[in-house]
């Protein structure tokens, strides 16, 4: 049960820390809808893993189909961020990615592999802020 309680920990706060990285140049997500969905991306996977294991028969479960859920739900929320200015402009695209790696990272939570949801945070990271750096000097806003 412990263990179960860490990982839905950790997945919040990855999330959170995901959230706040990326909203502080969005303001159309809050940093909490990032948590909320890393959060429920760990607990999906934790209850599709529990099921699969408290049959013990391989044949009659699944454990991937309800983290693929996951991936379909994100689509769906993601297209709903994804919109064309009034320039023709298409923005959203990075918010979008944003919460589909939080939901990726809580999957990965979910299952156990804390190292790699760390070392993809740290990834994230560096991509995130790299790209605002090279982009500054790219359109000359350093």
């Not at 997500?29 to 969905?37: D, E, G, Q």
Request: glycine residues 12%; contains cysteine.
């Amino acid at each position: 049960m412990t263990q179960y309680l860490l990982r839905v920990l950790l997945a919040g706060i990855i999330g959170l820390f995901i959230g706040l990285t990326s909203t502080s140049a969005n303001k159309t997500l809050s940093s909490r809808t990032f948590s909320i969905i890393c959060m429920g991306s760990a607990l999906i996977t934790i209850t599709s893993i529990g099921f699969y294991q408290s049959l013990a028969l391989p044949w009659f479960g699944d454990p991937g189909r309800l983290p693929a859920q996951v991936i379909s739900a994100l689509g769906f929320l993601g297209t709903g961020l994804i919109w064309v200015t009034e320039d023709h402009q298409v923005a959203g695209v990075s918010s979008a990615a944003s919460l589909w790696i939080t939901a990726m990272l809580g999957m990965i939570i979910g299952v156990g592999l804390y190292n790699i949801s760390v070392l993809g945070v740290v990834f994230f990271l560096i991509v995130y802020w790299v790209s605002h750096i090279v982009e500054g000097y790219k359109y000359g806003r350093r």
